[in-house]
């Protein structure tokens, strides 16, 4: 089945460091990967939507210039927490599709794929 | 918009016995609906996803979940509890495969012996 690698499992680094955190398919190409973040005994919450070789597309709420992110190939993203502060301690999760172009729409037959998440820890 | 509501967000059955997790989902077309599995410090996967094929949805592990229009629902269930189905179960909504995934606030199953 396809495989999303994410890297590293868990981090722990002082305030103000900018940490970057990489997710890769594995074995299929993602077209389109999106970056969630959990919060303790809650549910996810989207932060941003990337497509390969395109700026990303950040939610409501999220601070694209506090959460970098970068879709520069078809098999690998990185999310960059910069200037990190212990606010930003979580889970955060990655997740990446295919999707082909048909009939002038993108359009995918797959589910997203997901990775088993990066704990960050700010201290 | 739409918005999915899990019913309980703890659940606790005995071994062996039946396992039903609720989800009820608000949508202003026909929906995507799918249920993830999350276990301690790991991400999701995927148990089984409705798009608007066969209403009652077969998926891993022996579970399954029965799409209801007249009820809004999207429940999930498994004849036995096995002490590995403990974890946090998911229901998501979308509009399509493409769109993006909207969470419901999570069930925590737990299996006692």
């Known amino acids: 089945g396809a495989v999303v690698s994410q890297h590293p499992s868990w981090v722990i680094c002082k305030s103000g460091t900018s940490v970057k955190i990489e997710c890769r398919s594995l074995?299929?190409?993602?077209?389109?990967m999106f970056w969630y973040r959990q919060f303790p005994k809650q549910s996810l919450m989207l932060m941003a939507t990337s497509n390969e070789g395109s700026k990303a597309t950040y939610e409501q709420g999220v601070e694209k210039d506090k959460f970098l992110i970068n879709h520069a190939s078809l098999t690998l993203s990185t999310l960059t927490v910069t200037s990190a502060h212990p606010e930003d301690s979580s889970f955060y999760i990655c997740?990446?599709?295919?999707?082909?172009?048909?009939?002038?729409?993108?359009?995918?037959?797959?589910?997203?794929?997901f990775g088993d998440g990066t704990r960050l820890s700010i201290l | 918009a739409q918005s999915v509501t899990q019913l309980g967000s703890h659940v606790s059955v005995s071994e062996g016995a039946l396992v039903l997790l609720r989800c009820n989902y608000s949508s202003s077309v026909p929906p995507y609906l799918f249920w993830y599995v999350q276990y301690p410090n790991q991400g999701l996967q995927l148990l089984l996803k409705y798009t608007s094929a066969a209403t009652l949805v077969k998926g891993i592990n022996g579970f399954e979940a029965e799409f209801k229009k007249s009820e809004t629902s999207f429940h999930l269930t498994k004849p036995s509890a096995h002490m590995s189905d403990a974890a946090e179960y998911f229901c998501a909504v979308s509009l399509a495969l493409t769109d993006k995934l909207i969470f419901g606030t999570g069930t925590r199953l737990q299996v006692f012996p």
């Open positions: 074995d299929f190409q993602a077209t389109t």
């Open positions: 997740s990446a599709q295919t999707r082909y172009r048909g009939g002038g729409i993108m359009a995918s037959n797959q589910p997203q794929h």
